[in-house]
């Protein structure tokens, strides 16, 4: 059985560590240098020793506070905030005081996002990891910038390498806007033609078609020196409900599970992806409560990968973490 603490420490470690892979940090404790010119190298699954040193003397020196804001992230549009308006010092509050962990840019021009990015890095006591849907490429969020057709349009081509471009594309506008970790490619299988949410978001409804799509996506993104999210843990393919109104259910084998819905995921690991993105979806043949986090995810995830990474949750205000169901199983 892991312990709570156990956990989060490892886990808060691996995510400083991510931190440095993408962005040039400062350290005020620690003398020894940190390699601060390549600012876009592509992201490392193994950390340097330099960075290995820092996340751990910082983690050590955190308060349990600390720790905890380091485990959120907290959504914004990027619009120009006046730095006396109220939602400039709230959010200057959240960095300063509240010590979280990144911020995750939903809408916005350009320079906007990029000076409010620089702005909060600068306060922030450890880096912050930035964070932006981007499926159809920065310009689902940002003026000016390149929008991608949907991923079924991708898959249609059958020509994986489309996705890989598009991939290193979206990574190097990402980077640009200071935007490190980006919340793509959705990975899941559309075998349900009644599916509201996912639908055109899908590579297509053929799980090794999808797999190759995935997986070529996320060596061009990261190959661009950004974080790749595989989503939406652990499949929101088959469903007939949108989890931004209400909880999906999946109510399938784990063999089923195996065959389909894990198989993109797994192509994804095979593929470094540095993140996975666990949805609010219910499987009652495999547990009777809802999968909405580490523990949950741990159990349903595909046993012959144990590769370590970053573990993101859908933001915390989805239907199915706000239900009074919910409520009563926390």
């Keep these: 059985m892991i312990r709570p603490i156990r956990l989060i420490s490892a886990f808060l470690c691996l995510s400083l560590f991510l931190s440095l892979a993408v962005l040039p940090a400062r350290s005020q404790r620690s003398s020894a240098p940190i390699d601060r010119t390549d600012r876009t190298a592509a992201y490392r699954r193994e950390p340097s020793g330099a960075a290995i040193s820092w996340a751990n003397e910082e983690l050590r020196d955190m308060s349990l506070e600390e720790k905890i804001g380091q485990l959120i992230s907290v959504g914004i549009n990027a619009t120009f905030l006046n730095q006396d308006s109220d939602a400039y010092k709230a959010l200057k509050r959240q960095v300063e005081e509240n010590h979280i962990g990144g911020i995750i840019l939903f809408r916005g021009p350009v320079y906007e996002s990029v000076i409010l990015v620089n702005r909060m890095q600068v306060l922030a006591r450890y880096p912050l990891l930035i964070s932006a849907d981007l499926e159809a490429g920065a310009g689902m969020r940002f003026d000016d910038t390149v929008n991608f057709p949907w991923n ?53 409804e053929d799980p090794k078609e999808v797999a190759r799509f995935a997986a070529a996506f996320t060596k061009g993104a990261q190959a661009r020196g950004v974080i790749a999210t595989a989503k939406h843990f652990p499949g929101h393919g088959d469903t007939a409900v949108d989890s931004h109104r209400g909880l999906p259910e999946i109510n399938v084998t784990r063999e089923r599970l195996n065959s389909v819905e894990f198989v993109p995921f797994l192509a994804a690991v095979d593929a470094d992806v540095g993140s996975v993105m666990v949805g609010h979806i219910a499987l009652p043949q495999i547990d009777s409560t809802v999968i909405k986090a580490l523990p949950k995810a741990v159990k349903a995830k595909p046993q012959d990968t144990d590769e370590a990474g970053e573990i993101v949750e859908e933001k915390a205000t989805m239907p199915a973490t706000m239900s009074p169901v919910m409520g009563r199983i926390l």
Excluded: C, W
Aim: aromatic fraction near 6%.
């Design 152 to 204: 079924m349009a991708l898959g249609a081509t059958g020509n994986p390498d489309y996705a890989r471009r598009q991939g290193e594309i979206t990574a190097r506008e990402a980077r640009a806007l200071g935007v490190q970790h980006v919340f793509a490619p959705v990975v899941d299988v559309n075998n349900n033609a009644a599916n509201p949410v996912i639908n055109v978001r899908s590579y297509g």
